[in-house]
Structure formats: C-alpha cells, structure tokens
C-alpha cells in the first residue's frame, strides 16, 4: 500500500502478508498473462481480417479494440476462471481459455463504457477510447463535434466487445460442466454489474437532499455487484461450473469470492483517493472530483466533526475539486476515521477469504494460487 502521512497499516488479512506467496502467485499471474495476451491478439487480428475483407473502414474498431486489450491490466478475472477451472479438475485448454478471454473482453466493453461516463482521458497511462477518436474528428476537420463523434464511436467498440464476448463465452461452454448452468452465470455476471452501475451512479444524489443517506447495506449492495460479484466470485464460479465441479464445491468458492472480491473493490475506493497516479495508471483522486459515495466517504461523514461533515458534503455535491480542497477532503477521511475503518473491511474479508478457502478440496499447488491472491491484495497499489 503507498504510505500515508497519518498511518502506515496495510490490509493483512489476519496476519502480514506472506512474500513467497505473493511472488508465487505473481509469477503465475505473469505466466498467465502472456499466455491469454497471446491468444487475445491472435483473436482480435482473426476479427480484424474479418472485418477488413468485409468493410475496411469497420477495421478501425476492431484495432482500437485490440489496442485497449493490448495496453495491459492485470487479466484477474480472466486468470480466476483458469485458475478455478484447473483447481476443480477442468482438462480442456481451449474451453478454459475461451471462456477466460470472455471475460477479459467483457472487461474491456464496461471500461470503455466506464470512461466514456466518468469523462476519463486516461486508462492504464493511455489515452481512451472516446478521446483517440474526438482527436482523429479534429486531426480530420470533420465538421460537428468532435466530443460527439468520440463519445459516439466508444459505444460501439463496447457494444461490439460486449458481442466478441458472449461469442467467446458460447466458444467456452463445451467441456466437462453443465452448459446452461455456465451460461446463466456468465448472464448473471454481464447484468449485475450494470445494475451496480447504475446504483452507484444515484447514491451520490442524496447528499445535496433532504433524503437519508445511503446505508451500509445499500453500499454493500451496490459495491458487490458493480465489482465485487463481477471481478472475483463470478469469475471463479465460471471456472468451477466449467469444470463441473460439485455445488458444495462452487458454494465455497463463492464465499472465497465474495469475501476477496468486497475487498478488492474497497481497495479500488483506497487507491482512487489515495493511490499514486503512475502505479494506479489513471488520474487519482477521481473518485473525489466526481463525488462518488464509497464506504471512505460513508465512514469518514459518520466520524467526521459537524463543520468538517457539512464541507466535505457540500464540496462532493459541488464536484470539480482543485487540488487544495483534494487534499483538505483526505485530511478528513484521515482523521475522522473513515481511513481507518475502510482498511479494517479490508482486513476482515481477507481473514474471511482465508477461512473459506480452507474448506476448499483443492491441491496444495492450487491453494497456493488463492493464498497467494489474497497476500497479493493485502499488499496492492494498483
């Protein structure tokens, strides 16, 4: 964790995190990593001699879309259906892969979509999508705007990854598991994260009101299903179902996702307030300027004193914060104790992932992997 002017506690997980764990688990991320990057690329190159041959100018898209993948990101979710798919006793290479790619361009459509509404300019030190093709519009002299034609263009990359990745996730049904069962959870995990979306999107609305403000559960709510489900347990769950592993088996896993992925997202909150723009890859803060109501904003106003309470709800209803008030508002999520209680949620999913996991029939190599996922976390800056 990047270290704070008032505390240097990092998530532990019951414990410090275990190094030889983490490195193991990062060097099978790595392995990982160049192995589905391979296969995206030779995907998208077979979709863009496609398209080329049938609409040149449509190749556009699907560059773009191969340029968004190529960037980097961490490939989590994809490496969690590998990973779980293996653990369960999964043998076919190819539907594992498919299935995992699925998922990863699953990713790459809601971050396209994600970007185009937070009005981004950068992901993963790259410029977005909605900005590459505004600034081809003004390079052009096109007429109209060129905020509209980029805007414009973005949706349909998401819209056509989006499509790419139910198409891989068919290609991914034909193994050893149910099917209709791995269909229905990939379903599940492309429209819960919209309907999370859309929560997080109106929780904020209630601080300029007279309406209570969101609760615990609503936040809990919104956070597994904008990320938590959609990151960590559906991906896992995938693997397993893929794998046909037994229900007691996917219900354990689940509750190991659902513990880990919780603390994924609060970390993502951590990192977008407090995180270093060049590990994190985008701008931090964001979450800030854009006045977002994480569970660091819902702790930090139920500690906070009165004065410190009304600036820093006036100041997220204002949005558009220059630096000095950014600064002001993390001194308060400091020493209210928001800070504080959000790195203790982190703490007591990763000690609740751990004692899920150890009613999980997985070989030690295979444990070892969500072990090391778990210190991996417990020591993550990005």
Same mark, same amino acid.
């Given at each position: 964790?990047?270290?704070?002017?008032?505390?240097?506690?990092?998530?532990?997980?019951?414990?410090?995190?275990?190094?030889?764990?983490?490195?193991? +688990?990062?060097?099978?991320?790595?392995?990982?990593?160049?192995?589905?990057?391979?296969?995206?690329?030779?995907?998208?190159?077979?979709?863009?001699?496609?398209?080329?041959?049938?609409?040149?100018?449509?190749?556009?898209?699907?560059?773009?879309?191969?340029?968004?993948?190529?960037?980097?990101?961490?490939?989590?979710?994809?490496?969690?259906?590998?990973?779980?798919?293996?653990?369960?006793?999964?043998?076919?290479?190819?539907?594992?892969?498919?299935?995992?790619?699925?998922?990863?361009?699953?990713?790459?459509?809601?971050?396209?979509?994600?970007?185009?509404?937070?009005?981004?300019?950068?992901?993963?030190?790259?410029?977005?999508?909605?900005?590459?093709?505004?600034?081809?519009?003004? %390079?052009?002299?096109?007429?109209?705007?060129?905020?509209?034609?980029?805007?414009?263009?973005?949706?349909?990359?998401? %819209?056509?990854?989006?499509?790419?990745?139910?198409?891989?996730?068919?290609?991914?049904?034909?193994?050893?598991?149910?099917?209709?069962?791995?269909?229905?959870?990939?379903?599940?995990?492309?429209?819960?994260?919209?309907?999370?979306?859309?929560?997080?999107?109106?929780?904020?609305?209630?601080?300029?009101?007279?309406?209570?403000?969101?609760?615990?559960?609503?936040?809990?709510?919104?956070?597994?299903?904008?990320?938590?489900?959609?990151?960590?347990?559906?991906?896992?769950?995938?693997?397993?179902?893929?794998?046909?592993?037994?229900?007691?088996?996917?219900?354990?896993?689940?509750?190991?996702?659902?513990?880990?992925?919780?603390?994924?997202?609060?970390?993502?909150?951590?990192?977008?307030?407090?995180?270093?723009?060049?590990?994190?890859?985008?701008?931090?803060?964001?979450?800030?300027?854009?006045?977002?109501?994480?569970?660091?904003?819902?702790?930090?106003?139920?500690?906070?004193?009165?004065?410190?309470?009304?600036?820093?709800?006036?100041?997220?209803?204002?949005?558009?914060?220059?630096?000095?008030?950014?600064?002001?508002?993390?001194?308060?999520?400091?020493?209210?104790?928001?800070?504080?209680?959000?790195?203790?949620?982190?703490?007591?999913?990763?000690?609740?992932?751990?004692?899920?996991?150890?009613?999980?029939? +997985?070989?030690?190599?295979?444990?070892?992997?969500?072990?090391?996922?778990?210190?991996?976390?417990?020591?993550?800056?990005?």
């Amino acid at each position: 964790m990047p270290t704070l002017p008032t505390t240097d506690a990092a998530p532990s997980g019951s414990g410090a995190p275990d190094a030889t764990a983490e490195a193991s +688990f990062r060097e099978a991320m790595d392995a990982f990593r160049l192995r589905v990057d391979g296969a995206l690329a030779r995907w998208i190159d077979t979709r863009r001699a496609e398209a080329e041959a049938e609409a040149p100018q449509s190749a556009e898209l699907t560059a773009e879309i191969g340029r968004l993948v190529a960037v980097g990101g961490k490939r989590l979710r994809p490496a969690l259906v590998d990973a779980a798919y293996r653990a369960c006793g999964g043998r076919s290479e190819e539907a594992g892969l498919a299935l995992a790619m699925a998922t990863e361009l699953l990713h790459t459509y809601l971050l396209i979509h994600d970007d185009i509404m937070d009005h981004a300019p950068v992901r993963r030190g790259e410029p977005t999508a909605h900005v590459v093709f505004a600034g081809r519009h003004r %390079d052009n002299g096109w007429p109209g705007s060129a905020e509209d034609y980029g805007r414009s263009v973005a949706i349909l990359l998401g %819209d056509l990854a989006h499509t790419w990745a139910v198409e891989l996730s068919r290609a991914g049904r034909a193994a050893e598991g149910d099917p209709e069962a791995v269909a229905a959870c990939f379903d599940a995990m492309s429209s819960e994260v919209i309907g999370g979306q859309f929560i997080e999107m109106s929780l904020p609305f209630r601080l300029g009101t007279s309406e209570p403000l969101p609760s615990e559960d609503e936040l809990l709510r919104a956070l597994r299903l904008k990320s938590g489900r959609y990151s960590v347990e559906r991906p896992l769950e995938l693997g397993a179902l893929l794998a046909g592993a037994p229900a007691q088996t996917v219900e354990r896993l689940k509750r190991y996702g659902e513990a880990v992925g919780d603390a994924f997202q609060l970390q993502d909150d951590f990192l977008g307030t407090f995180g270093e723009e060049a590990a994190v890859g985008k701008p931090v803060a964001s979450d800030l300027e854009e006045g977002k109501y994480t569970f660091l904003v819902h702790h930090t106003l139920a500690g906070a004193a009165p004065d410190e309470r009304r600036w820093l709800q006036d100041a997220l209803v204002r949005g558009g914060l220059g630096a000095e008030e950014i600064e002001r508002a993390r001194r308060i999520i400091r020493t209210s104790g928001g800070l504080d209680a959000v790195l203790a949620m982190i703490d007591s999913r990763l000690a609740r992932g751990r004692e899920a996991l150890a009613g999980l029939p +997985f070989s030690a190599e295979h444990r070892a992997f969500f072990l090391g996922l778990i210190d991996y976390l417990a020591g993550r800056d990005r």
